[in-house]
């Protein structure tokens, strides 16, 4: 028997990169590695975790997206790794006439190497936790209409300034203000792929800024953060407090243990791509948390105003969805979806393409603990 939410793949969109071979520290072909995604217009921004850059690709005649163009976020920001160091960014959205861009905020331990080093020296190597500086960056540049629907980020645009919150090669202050947290705290130090900190959604209305964590999963609940931010000087940007002096709320969501991937209003809806934590696989799901702009305060949000919009195919080590976007072109409620390690039917490996899916909503069914409860018999 078919599953009612899987979800109705309503097209495909083609996404015709440059080669990638000519950029330094980059090891896999950008469309096999991509992160995040954000459209305006005619234009779809894209990121890659391996760089410290932003990929725009232009809507073309056929329905297709190409003319890639390729900016190095260094020329806008001031990353204190510098253009070569991994930014490993999770979420990209457009709001305001600018490109939020947040990374993941996470540990990496170093992997086992086996193919390099014997058993002991592999097992050493695990021993070491990085901290990658430019992964804490938060903030946002100013986009800049070229053509009619056509945009690209600038530094500055008249009274529009790239702007984000301190970070620095020690630390950041996003990590400083969740320092003491009760729910987070101890999962700073702990890698990401281990339900350590890990940040991988984004989503941005007006001044205020929500954070999806894939990491830690607090006991099968995943976490969003949400910021309300100002811009405290010229290129400065910092959270205001708000709920009871803290400088964001903090909401827990029963997702019976998958982290988010991503996030993205709708209406005062906020929808969410949710999947395995840490280095699991297994199958991803649109979710719908109901009214999520007007939470006033941090809590565990009630189960029955999270409802599942579809459940994406799922396979083995191939297709990890990793971003979504809204898509007026497939009708009411349809999402582009982005996929990490595109099954090989999807790629054109000889022209830098790689195919998104455009899916319509499945019929939505409230209370998702319930209904993955009655599925697995429990």
Known sequence: MSNPSHANRLDQVALTFSDWRPLRHVEDPLHKDLSAVARVGDSLFLACDETASIERLRRLEDGSFGDHRHYTLNDFVDLPAGAEGEMDIEGLCVEGGFLWIVGSHSLKRCKPKLDESDADDALKNMESVEREPNRYFLGRVPLVEEAP?????????????AAWVRFGKKRSALTRWLADDPHLSQFLKIPSKENGFDVEGLAVRGSRIWLGLRGPVLRGHAVVLDLDIKEQAPGRLKARRIDGGQRYRKHLLDTRGLGIRDMRFDGDDLLLLVGPTMSLEGPAFVLRWRGAFGEAGSGVVDPSRIEIVAELPYQLHADHPEGID?????????????????????????TFTVHADVIGPARSERGLVSRILAASGN
């Not at 629907?149 to 600038?154: C, E, Y």
């Not at 349809?334 to 099954?343: E, K, R, T």
């Open 149 to 161: 629907g056509l945009f690209i980020p600038a530094k500055s645009e008249e009274e529009r300034h």
């Open 326 to 350: 809204l898509w007026p072109e497939g009708g009411q409620g349809a999402l582009l979806v982005i996929y990490d390690a595109p099954a090989p039917e999807r790629t054109d490996p000889d």
